[in-house]
T-cell receptor, first 112, second 114 residues
Framework: GESVGLHLPTLSVQEGDNSIINCAYSNSASDYFIWYKQESGKGPQFIIDIRSNMDKRQGQRVTVLLNKTVKHLSLQIAATQPGDSAVYFC???????????FGGGTRVLVKP | GAGVSQSPSNKVTEKGKDVELRCDPI?????LYWYRQRLGQGLEFLIYFQGNSAPDKSGLPSDRFSAERTGESVSTLTIQRTQQEDSAVYLC????????????FGQGTRLTVV
């Protein structure tokens, strides 16, 4: 569900290392998932999406993994860079025409 | 413009005043969302419009909050009798709705109630 009023968990990563951001979703009927990146002072920006008929999808330096058995979604960022410092949100959609539901978010801090 | 546009970008208002926030979605997008984001926190869902369906108002925190959307165009979020706890960034997003549900966000309106 949507987390309200909670301060964001933080993941500190050394520059050049890989980052893994996790997200648990609640509804087994969800069939579409998105990761968003929000930089300071900006609105969230789309990174990558995945449909429930897939387990893995790769983009440029990012990979999303979907485990429907345990209702878990992860975002992997390869060779993390300072520009990756941001808040990352997962979102799920339960059916066509229904609204996206956002997770609580994770703040990623990249240390030089 | 090509993206979601929100205005004003910043708004400072006195406690007790009413404010109106505007969102211009991407042309052709049938779905429109409003979210609230307090400093350092996540996205708090407020309201969702999808085509001609009745809006999902389940996230509105009190009856001081209301939103309207005319057809598939502009939406306004109104906060009456603002309180200090209303201070936040208000984000609007739009999407194509049924066919593809990637939502595109605006830059937000930063509301400060003093």
């Amino acid at each position: 569900g949507e987390s309200v009023g909670l301060h964001l968990p933080t993941l500190s990563v050394q520059e050049g290392d890989n980052s893994i951001i996790n997200c648990a979703y609640s509804n087994s009927a969800s069939d579409y998932f998105i990761w968003y990146k929000q930089e300071s002072g900006k609105g969230p920006q789309f990174i990558i999406d995945i449909r429930s008929n897939m387990d893995k999808r790769q983009g440029q330096r990012v990979t999303v993994l979907l485990n429907k058995t345990v209702k878990h979604l992860s975002l992997q960022i390869a060779a993390t860079q300072p520009g990756d410092s941001a808040v990352y949100f997962c979102a799920e959609n339960r059916a066509a025409g229904n609204k996206l539901t956002f997770g609580g978010g994770t703040r990623v801090l990249v240390k030089p | 413009g090509a993206g979601v546009s929100q205005s004003p970008s910043n708004k400072v208002t006195e406690k007790g005043k009413d404010v109106e926030l505007r969102c211009d979605p991407i042309s052709g997008h049938t779905a429109l969302y409003w979210y609230r984001q307090r400093l350092g926190q996540g996205l708090e869902f407020l309201i969702y419009f999808q085509g001609n369906s009745a809006p999902d108002k389940s996230g509105l925190p009190s009856d001081r909050f209301s939103a309207e959307r005319t057809g598939e165009s502009v939406s306004t979020l109104t906060i009456q009798r603002t309180q200090q706890e209303d201070s936040a960034v208000y984000l609007c997003a739009s999407s194509l709705g049924d066919s593809r549900v990637e939502a595109f966000f605006g830059q937000g309106t930063r509301l400060t109630v003093v």
